[in-house]
């Protein structure tokens, strides 16, 4: 073969990084995967100085002086840590439904024979605070004993406001405890567990704090630490009676996932070292290159954010919806083998109609161009109807800011 830079062999070797804009796990930083780089230690003596650092660090990203309580598992076992303390089954919860994530933490409350009442939503919208204020003062009797939202719904990109739902509690003047799922969103927009009286915030390591997946966090109230010393629910693992034995102090059940806490704590330094008001203009900055982008190709006449109302857009994660007949598992697979870009597909009600662009963590403005490229290109070669660069409206924005 005689091949020449204009008659190039084909070749499917990958070289170069791949570009992971899912909402998590995120990209890890070097100095996260480093600070993994080492030998396991006494888990009682020896790494005691990490576990109260990490705890120490994630106070600070939680914006708490209360308690923070690290398990060895997903989002899914801090959801569970933040159900079986504070609830008994047959207590009943209330659950602003705003999308795929909102929907499922009552499937799991549901499982521990926990009452799950839902304020039924628009997947397109956020949650509607008189919506919850409704409910709460129609509730005179007190049965609902804790309201349970979600800050950023990964499937829908839509940010609630958290804020606004603490003081519709308060307008109710109900005594529900306060918890919030804040997975995709922690460290990449501003959540306030004292000053928005949070009881449990639930968040992972492998979001917007750049850690490995494996971390399950919850911010605990004094509040819900008490509820927790009176709940049947049964529990071990997850048990605040035990772990807060002494109320002042986290207890790790077992051994501690050294690893994990370490790449999480490098994670949570390198948040910290930014800044938390560096960080959130960071993600609003970038976020917002990637909503240009997209309303850009949306001019083309196929594609919708999921979000209708452009103020609720979050800055951890874009949903585009996809026109009916178009499957967005051809965009996600060329996108990857192409293109090297890989992003994400729909979830619950979206399955099959929507793709997603994490952008949260360790981001910066060429990353997200790249990938923003890469998606372009896809739908250039896959002929999804676009209006041809978008990237370019992201550069615009980007260089503007
Ligand atoms: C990712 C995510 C979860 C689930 O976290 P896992 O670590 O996958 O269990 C829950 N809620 C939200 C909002 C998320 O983004």
New binding site residues.
């Given amino acids: 073969m005689n091949y020449s830079p204009l008659n190039p062999p084909k070749t499917t070797v990958k070289r170069g990084r791949q570009f992971l804009q899912v909402?998590?796990p995120t990209n890890i930083p070097d100095r996260v995967l480093n600070a993994m780089h080492r030998p396991a230690m006494d888990v009682y003596k020896g790494f005691t100085p990490a576990k109260e650092e990490a705890i120490h660090l994630a106070r600070q990203i939680f914006q708490t002086e209360q308690q923070v309580a690290i398990y060895a598992s997903?989002?899914?076992g801090a959801?569970e840590a933040a159900l079986v303390n504070v609830l008994n089954p047959g207590e009943k919860v209330l659950i602003p439904v705003a999308g795929n994530?909102s929907k499922n933490w009552g499937v799991m409350a549901r499982a521990h024979n926990i009452e799950v009442e839902e304020v039924e939503g628009d997947w397109r919208k956020p949650v509607d605070p008189a919506a919850v204020e409704e409910r709460l003062r129609a509730d005179t009797n007190h049965e609902i004993k804790a309201v349970a939202m979600?800050q950023?719904?990964?499937a829908t990109g839509i940010w609630s406001d958290v804020e606004a739902v603490r003081k519709a509690i308060d307008a109710a003047n109900h005594p529900a405890l306060f918890l919030v799922?804040v997975?995709?969103c922690l460290a990449t927009t501003d959540f306030q567990v004292d000053n928005w009286g949070v009881d449990v915030g639930v968040a992972?390591s492998?979001?917007g704090l750049m850690g490995p997946?494996g971390l399950g966090l919850c911010s605990v109230s004094e509040k819900a630490i008490d509820k927790a010393m009176t709940v049947d629910t049964p529990r071990h693992y997850f048990s605040w009676k035990r772990a807060f034995a002494d109320r002042s102090k986290f207890r790790f059940s077992g051994t501690a996932p050294e690893h994990a806490i370490w790449g999480t704590i490098e994670g949570m330094r390198m948040v910290l070292e930014e800044g938390l008001d560096q960080v959130f203009a960071r993600h609003h900055r970038l976020a917002e290159a990637v909503r240009r982008c997209v309303a850009h190709w949306a001019e083309g006449g196929a594609l919708e954010f999921v979000g209708v109302d452009p103020d609720f857009r979050s800055n951890a994660v874009t949903s585009v919806l996809v026109p009916e007949n178009f499957d967005p598992d051809l965009l996600l697979k060329t996108a990857d083998l192409r293109y090297d870009t890989v992003i994400a597909q729909g979830l619950g009600k979206f399955e099959g109609r929507t793709f997603r662009i994490g952008h949260m963590g360790e981001l910066n403005p060429p990353m997200i161009l790249g990938a923003l490229a890469g998606i372009e290109m896809a739908m250039q070669t896959v002929g999804l109807a676009h209006k041809p660069g978008g990237v370019q409206a992201a550069m615009d924005y980007i260089a503007k800011t």
Avoid: N, R
Wanted: charged letters at 15%; zero cysteines; a negative charge.
């Fill in positions: 909402p998590g997903s989002g899914h959801w994530f979600v950023v719904d990964t799922d997975i995709a992972g492998q979001k997946p």
